[in-house]
């Protein structure tokens, strides 16, 4: 069969809509200004447990950051074992919604899913050509994946029609076959070759989809998209999963998302695949139905929606927080009867501490992702350095007969060793995870301050009254506030091992906290290297 012959003439233009309706007045965006996501809208049927049809092209639409809308062809009863029954409102119905939309809305691309009959056909491609939008994307839908029509077979002929009025086809291998009238390829190159001609047919440019084939693979390509025999190819794993429910609807939005802010079918289509692959992946941790179940389309943002990183991070603490409440040091620390020598051996531990810390400080800078994120690390590394050693120093110097050159060359112990030890490690890792090692030791010096603060009262005549005011100090709290933000900005984006891995981090900086306070009391030194040579 020749589509050429089907093929509709493409009408002229219409004119641009007259000043006070669609696009004249849209709210917020000055004319001729770019609006801050592309308006996309899917034509389409329903899926009422969400994973196909327009509630999955939503979803597409929202992964990809367009603003998206939608007008419905068909009701359908469905979950992911089958579709039960279909209802279509009817031809009439459908133009005034397409009509609602678009005599209001700048539209910057289309997707067309399920049409369901042939009237419904008819009404889209009159209002295509009424309405010309930009990009129109035609996922030309027409059995559900377990076997059911979701298309009247008179329909077939006014589906194609639709073809020569989009930009971009996207046929599984059964709809490319009805679409050029042959029987459906069983090998790749025979699908590319049906691919071709169904372009030369119609001119609209051919996402052709592989996932019905079976191998290690699961190809689509790209057929026309920069001259007729241009071709295409992008593949990806053949994941191992049932879970495909939806995956055709949720390509094709997805290119239909990303098309309005790039200047090809080609960037769109490798970015829309490689995010469909990690859907896949994830759908079926999902558990949504007992059948074929849907994609996850928000596979990309694991963690958007839990709780906040600082707010869980604080409860896993809980144990330590309340072993250093009521620890022996800071227990003295707040009554005044800790040894000089005790408070002396801590905040030497605490100079040599400070040293390694400023330069994990540093590296958090350098790995940060914002300017404001940067300078507030960069300026803390610089603090810690010069401000808070000096009042070590100070002390140190009056109390313990140290010169700087003294608390300079404090030996760490073998207790602040492991500590800083484990601050470089987790600045090995991510900024993510460097941030979180490096939250105890604001947090719960900040939190001890309150504690010190309440506990110790009336701080004149208090032996350690200045380092009590130190620790409760608000620009000190304050400083704990902005590193808890973006400590909480950072696992946003992290996945969830990264997320575990932060977790991790702080849970091991507050043990070391809680054994770094410790030390104040039992002073632990490296042990002697033991005598070589003795016999056994
Ligand atoms: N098991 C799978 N692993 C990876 N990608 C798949 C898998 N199944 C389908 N796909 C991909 O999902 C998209 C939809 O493909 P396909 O199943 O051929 O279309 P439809 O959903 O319209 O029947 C294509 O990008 C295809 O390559
Ligand atoms: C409304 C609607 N549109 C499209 C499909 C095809 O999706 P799949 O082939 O994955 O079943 C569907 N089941 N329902």
């Known amino acids: 069969m020749s589509l050429a012959a089907t093929a509709p003439v493409l009408p002229t233009p219409t004119p641009a809509p007259a000043p006070g309706t669609r696009g004249a007045t849209e709210h917020g965006v000055s004319p001729g200004a770019e609006p801050s996501r592309p308006r996309v809208l899917s034509i389409a049927g329903t899926d009422p447990t969400g994973g196909a049809g327009i509630q999955a092209d939503l979803k597409a639409f929202a992964a990809h950051g367009a603003y998206g809308m939608a007008v419905t062809t ?54 295509l050509r009424r309405v010309q939008p ?3 994307v035609l996922d030309p839908v027409m059995v559900a994946t377990s076997g059911h029509r979701l298309l009247d077979e008179e329909a077939e002929q006014a589906v194609r029609e639709l073809v020569a009025l989009a930009d971009l086809v996207t046929p599984n291998l059964p709809e490319l076959a009805v679409l050029v009238g042959e029987q459906a390829a069983t090998t790749w190159p025979d699908a590319l070759a049906q691919a071709r001609r169904l372009h030369a047919a119609s001119g609209a440019v051919v996402l052709l989809k592989g996932g019905h084939l079976t191998g290690e693979e699961s190809p689509d390509a790209l057929v026309g998209a920069r001259g007729p025999d241009d071709v295409t190819t992008f593949s990806a794993p053949r994941v191992d999963t049932v879970h495909t429910h939806g995956t055709g609807c949720s390509l094709s939005a997805a290119v239909a998302a990303l098309r309005p802010r790039r200047d ?20 079926g941790a999902l558990a949504v139905g007992t059948g074929r179940g849907p994609v996850d389309h928000l596979a990309h943002l694991p963690t958007l929606g839990r709780q906040v990183f600082s707010e869980e991070a604080w409860e896993r603490i809980e144990g330590w927080r309340e072993a250093v409440e009521s620890m022996g040091f800071v227990r003295a620390l707040a009554d005044g009867s800790l040894a000089v020598e005790d408070f002396g051996f801590y905040l030497a531990q605490d100079a040599a501490y400070l040293a390694e810390y400023s330069r994990v400080l540093s590296r958090a800078s350098q790995l940060a992702p914002t300017p404001e994120a940067r300078q507030f690390f960069a300026g803390a590394a610089v603090e810690s350095l010069e401000v808070e050693q000096a009042l070590h120093r100070d002390w140190l110097g009056e109390h313990a007969g140290m010169d700087r050159g003294a608390v300079e060359s404090v030996d760490p112990s073998p207790v602040t060793a492991a500590y800083t030890n484990h601050l470089h490690a987790a600045s090995n890792g991510s900024y993510a995870e460097t ?9 719960l010096y900040s939190y001890i301050g309150d504690v010190l603060v309440r506990r110790a009262g009336d701080l004149d005549g208090h032996p350690y009254a200045r380092w009590i005011s130190l620790y409760g100090d608000p620009a000190f709290q304050e400083a704990t506030r902005t590193a808890c933000s973006f400590a909480d900005e950072a696992a946003r984006w992290a996945s969830p091992a990264e997320r575990e891995r932060m977790l991790r981090a702080f849970e091991l900086s507050s043990m070391h906290e809680y054994l770094f306070f410790e030390q104040g009391l039992t002073r632990p030194t490296w042990p002697e290297a033991p005598v070589g040579g003795a016999e056994k």
């Open 264 to 283: 090809g079918w080609e960037s769109a289509t490798r970015d829309a695949k490689t995010w469909l692959t990690g859907a896949l992946r994830a759908g």
């Open 134 to 136: 930009p990009f129109v």
């Open 435 to 443: 941030v979180a090692a490096l939250l105890p030791c604001y947090w």
């Open 74 to 127: 068909a009701l359908v009863a469905q979950n992911t074992h089958g579709v039960r029954t279909v209802h279509v409102p009817g031809a009439d119905f459908l133009t005034e919604q397409l009509d609602a939309v678009s005599d209001d809305v700048t539209i910057d691309a289309v997707k067309i899913g399920m049409v369901a009959d042939e009237p419904n056909a008819r009404a889209i491609a009159a209002w």
